[in-house]
């Protein structure tokens, strides 16, 4: 079946600092690629998205390429605040809209 | 403009017990999906609804029962509850079954 894996965590940065979070997945056809963010004690918040090969989801700083000779969809930061400090999935779907998510990424930024 | 609402926020039942949850999606939004989060994991699929139907269904057992109302909200049910059943019982809305899902807070569910 699909899946998706997300490099482990803990991650910990500096303020300022430059962030990749690693996602590759897996999936037989054209899937929908998302990463969602979860703050704690809150749901998941959709970060940005991807339906096809070479698209580029970007929202508040962060950017994805949909990758698919590497099946990738890493997350990527120029500069990262305190206030990215969360947890980070990596979801994709096809078709019929059951999200298949990693397992998750936990940032840390300190000041 | 109200996103996806979730009550309870917080609930303990002991094993054995039924359980239900109740989500609101998102205004213009038909479609709803229940995913389960145990601690620590990414949220796994449960069941989705559209037109009051189950449109597809996770690997959960038949203790795990849905509902969609004819206002699209929609319930989950939980009988005999189990120690494993422990977790963050998220929500999630879409318009038609082809849209991005938005997210509702999670009903956090302890199992004693």
């Known amino acids: 079946g699909d899946s998706v894996t997300q490099m482990e965590g803990p991650v910990t940065l500096s303020e300022e600092a430059f962030l990749t979070i690693n996602c590759t997945y897996t999936?037989?056809?054209?899937?929908?690629l998302f990463w969602y963010v979860q703050y704690p004690g809150e749901g998941l918040q959709l970060l940005l998205k991807a339906t096809k090969a070479d698209d580029k989801g970007s929202n508040k700083g962060f950017e994805a390429t949909y990758r698919k000779e590497t099946t990738s969809f890493h997350l990527e930061k120029g500069s990262v605040q305190v206030s990215d400090s969360a947890v980070y999935f990596c979801?994709?779907?096809?078709?019929?809209?059951?999200?298949?998510f990693g397992q998750g990424t936990r940032l840390t930024i300190n000041p | 403009d109200a996103g996806v609402t979730q009550s309870p926020t917080h609930l303990i039942k002991t094993r054995g017990q039924q359980v239900t949850l109740r989500c609101s999606p998102k205004s213009g939004h038909d479609t709803v999906s229940w995913y389960q989060q145990a601690l620590g994991q990414g949220p796994q699929f449960i069941f989705q609804y559209y037109e009051e139907e189950e449109r597809q269904r996770g690997n959960f057992p038949d203790r795990f029962s849905g509902h969609q109302f004819p206002n699209y909200s929609s319930e989950l049910n939980v009988n005999a509850l189990l120690l494993g059943d422990s977790a963050l019982y998220l929500c999630a809305s879409s318009f038609g079954l082809l849209e991005t899902q938005y997210f509702g807070p999670g009903t956090r569910l302890l199992v004693l």
């Open positions: 979801a994709l779907t096809q078709g019929a809209q059951k999200l298949v």
């Open positions: 999936a037989t056809g054209y899937p929908s």
